[in-house]
């Protein structure tokens, strides 16, 4: 009995502890972990991982669920679609069914961005519909091959002159299609080219997975499928090299000469994408903003260049700087004695809570001479990938690579690299209200170049020559947002980008060149390189409102901010001063304040 009464009364404390997530350092509260939409948005993402699986060209063995799950889908079918955005209008539906203004702060977060996510969706598979409806001429024999598909998920039994039949007259009306295709002078815009492309390689490996299922089973189908089969499978991948290549050509970005070519997106898809990650300012005041913070970095280096005994040349500083590296094969040691150090001073000055494991756990690799060209400079998270001079590299390059990763630069980026960056980001996120998927370059990297405005701020570098380090990363995430937004509003070309970091920031050509190939060919949204220094804005303005008012210490906002996981900042702002949010929210919070 008295064993009973005991834990009644600890279960009663627990609960009791109400919105208070941590206490003496451990959980207290059981519901810390979950919100009021967090069984619809797990549901969710369940069903859209079996769905994806489902309409997947996989042998089914693969596993693995998720957004986005489910790997080489039917790219294109209209069944698949039509499924995927009838699940997030369901989805939707029960969303808004739920009492959003009963929710405590933190779920509403969660309902807000559940529903962004949702009719992000929606228009995505609207678009994709649009497109589809656009190109349906080119590709008018898909049906067939998605009807094969439909009954081979099930395993029906095929009636093989049925099969040989069906499969003639594909062939047939690809024939046809390719013919008219030949003999019309017209040129296809090329989004929808590539688009009519990617959905006859789709249509090819939905054919080739129906073909793989029955051939070498069924015998009268091994018998005499493959006859008609070959030839098409040969068909359909020389017909997708002819729609791709009926493409307009002119609405593509020329070299330039920097052997780059990217894909400039526009004044209003930049405007629709910031308005997406909950960024309240056009194009044109984020470059007033750059420009602004890019004037205060240098009004810095002259200080720092000064106390170096160059004057006002603070390019001279900034060579002395380079010099500094240290010999091939030695800079593994140098960026772990920079690591150390770096983390005694957080700890020093109890600025973020360094959970023992998460030091333990990360490592070290060594980047590839042709993984530099993309990134010039070493790159974190539970791996550092160390960039310096290796095999594959002239002796230009090797120059430049440990000019550039020089200890006074890389001091300025061990930690955004590891701890309180990038490591300690994934692992807190590993760990704390995982089911938030609410991914955005503007919490990840805003949040890692953050502590760098604060380790500045806190005196972390030593000399001037460490100052200069550190401002040099500073006004090259400035010069992110010009050179980015630059590009997509069509203003620069990419070797404008390049000269722009030569001779502005005083970057290594070779780096400059794997700077803007990374920006604009490197897989990153067009978003990615601005919100570095967005980001960090973003949530130093959140310092000021919290910490520099006394409401928290710095440790006690950092680990709030982690354990709340990835999200939008404006979000995580709502969530650290617990303000009441509307239903139909819509962003407004101007954080860089005065633009004049």
Known sequence: ????????TLLCMVLA????????GKITDPYYQTSDVQPLMATYEADKGSLNRSFSNSNGFGGGGGFGGGGNSSTGSPERRERLKKLAVDYLAQLEALPFEKMKTSSQVDFILFKRALNNDIRT??????????IYKYVSFADPIYELERGRRRGVTQNVPDVVSKLSNIQKQLDAASAALKQDNSLIDMPLAIRAEATVNGLRNVLKNYYSFYNGYDPPFTKSVPAVYTPLDAALGKYATQLKEKGNKATLQKDDGSGIVGNPIGKDELIRQLQYEMIPYTPDELIKIANKEFAWCEAEMLKASREMGFGDNWKAALEKVKNTFVPEGRQPEMIMGLYNESVDFLKKNDLVTVPPLAEETWRMNMMSAQQQLVSPFFLGGEQLLVAYPTFGMDSAQRAMSMRGNNPHFSRATVHHELIAGHRLQQYMNDRYKSYRNFRTPFWTEGWALYWEFVLYDQKFPRSAEDRVGMLFWRMHRCARIIFSLNYHLGNWKPQQCIDFLVDKVGHERANAEGEVRRSFTGNYGPLYQLAYMTGAFQFWALKKEVVDKGKMSYKQFHDMILKENAMPVEMVRAIVLNQPLKRDFV?????YGDLK
Request: proline content about 0%; overall charge neutral.
């Open 1 to 8: 009995m008295r064993k009973i009464l005991f834990c009644c």
């Open 17 to 24: 502890s109400g919105d208070s997530a941590a206490q003496n």
């Open 125 to 134: 598979f609207a678009q994709e519909e649009k497109e589809y409806n656009a």
């Open 587 to 591: 962003s407004n919070w101007r954080f």
